[in-house]
């Protein structure tokens, strides 16, 4: 399925986005048009989502993180789609995981300017959604590691396998 120029094209293209095709045909040892007809085969079979920059969330005002544990009250497929819909109209939910192995059933990432507007967030817009019974939230001190980067190590040995 991949070869090492497939991996070698993910892994530039996640470390800069706007290498120009020159650059990472270059970068992998192929020639511009091989690298363009990759690169597009990967776009369109759904390997490659996006193509996003990066943001600096401190540098626009937004210092405070934190993630936010829901409980719901009915566990249904109509019951989640509702509150997921919701959750998605709000751009200070910038991740929303389904969740297992916790009291929890959803865990929201948001990022907001600070204290007082993440409370008028999780009163005004959270808590009063139909089925949320609950939400506890964890405030982020610091984040070490922080990556766009998936991990593409195992795709050479599973190929060999």
């Known amino acids: 399925m991949f070869d090492r120029y497939d991996r070698r094209i993910l892994e530039e293209i996640q470390n800069n986005a706007r290498i120009t095709n020159q650059e990472l045909a270059d970068k992998i040892g192929l020639s511009p048009s091989p690298c363009l007809r990759r690169v597009r085969a990967l776009e369109e079979s759904g390997i490659i989502r996006d193509h996003v920059t990066r943001l600096e969330p401190a540098a626009l ?6 993630f936010i544990h829901i ?10 789609a509702n509150f997921e ?22 865990m929201l990432k948001v990022m907001v ?39 593409l190590n195992h795709l050479e040995k599973t190929k060999k396998k």
Not at 71 to 80: G, K, L, N, Q, V
Not at 118 to 147: C, D, M
């Open 71 to 80: 409980s719901m009250d009915r566990h249904t497929p109509e019951r989640f």
């Open 85 to 106: 819909k919701h959750v998605n109209e709000y751009p200070e939910v910038v991740e929303c995981h389904l969740i297992t192995g916790q009291s929890a059933d959803y």
């Open 113 to 151: 300017p600070d204290m007082d507007y993440y409370q008028e967030f999780l009163l005004n817009k959270i808590t009063p959604l139909e089925g949320v019974t609950g939400a506890h939230s964890s405030f982020i001190l610091r984040s070490p590691i922080t990556r766009t980067q998936l991990p």
């Open 61 to 66: 005002g937004l210092k405070l993180m934190a």
